[in-house]
T-cell receptor, first 110, second 113 residues
């Protein structure tokens, strides 16, 4: 059974600081997704990572994938309040069937 | 805007009742997946439909069932509702050759009393 673990579960950061969210998964997969969810809202797609060593960046967010270590990271640079949300990683187990991590609730403090 | 529409937005039912949730995808989106997201947790895969056939199922009992229609709409049916079925239900659709992109709807929040 594919398991996906994220840490930390909760993260409180000051504006302007950098931090990293970690996503570990238990079995081989060919792609990994990062999503953002605001309270009471649906999932917003951030990144799709397809291969070992893949790195994608959008604004202050950068995601990377190490398939050998079964590890993905989401790095936040110079955090701003608008980034406050819950972030999920999700691993594909076949034809876009996804197993999601537990989520990281990120709060940016002014 | 993802082009995936779910209805209703909110729903309140009592234990033992049955419920039908609906999802409308964009034209050409032949794959639709349903997820259950309990409060404070990540979404859990319920099942997937491809071209109107079930194409995989998660760890959910048979009282969760689904249908997909030729017009790119789909349904999630839950019989004999239990309190633990209270959750946000999300559908996600993918086009043929969609380059691994899934589009999520806004979800239906179901409360079972």
């Amino acid at each position: 059974e594919l398991k996906v673990e994220q840490n930390p579960l909760f993260l409180s950061m000051q504006e302007g600081k950098n931090y990293t969210i970690y996503c570990n998964y238990s079995t081989t997969s060919d792609r990994l997704y990062w999503y953002r969810q605001d309270p009471g809202k649906s999932l917003e797609s951030l990144f799709v990572l397809l291969s070992n060593g893949a790195v994608k960046q959008e604004g202050r967010l950068m995601a990377s994938l190490d398939t050998k270590a079964r590890l993905s990271t989401l790095h936040i640079t110079a955090a701003v309040h608008d980034l406050s949300a819950t972030y999920f990683c999700a691993v594909n187990f076949g034809n876009e069937k996804l197993t999601f991590g537990t989520g990281t609730r990120l709060t940016i403090i002014p | 805007e993802t082009g995936v529409t779910q209805s209703p937005t909110h729903l309140i039912k009592t234990r033992g009742q049955q419920v039908t949730l609906r999802c409308s995808s964009q034209s050409g989106h032949n794959t639709v997946s349903w997820y259950q997201q309990a409060l404070g947790q990540g979404p859990q895969f319920i099942f997937q439909y491809y071209r109107e056939e079930e194409n995989g199922r998660g760890n959910f009992p048979p009282r969760f069932s689904g249908l997909q229609f030729p017009n790119y709409s789909s349904e999630l049916n839950v019989n004999a509702l239990e309190l633990d079925d209270s959750a946000l239900y999300l559908c996600a659709s993918s086009p043929e050759g969609g380059r691994y992109i899934q589009y999520f709807g806004a979800g239906t929040r179901l409360s079972v009393l």
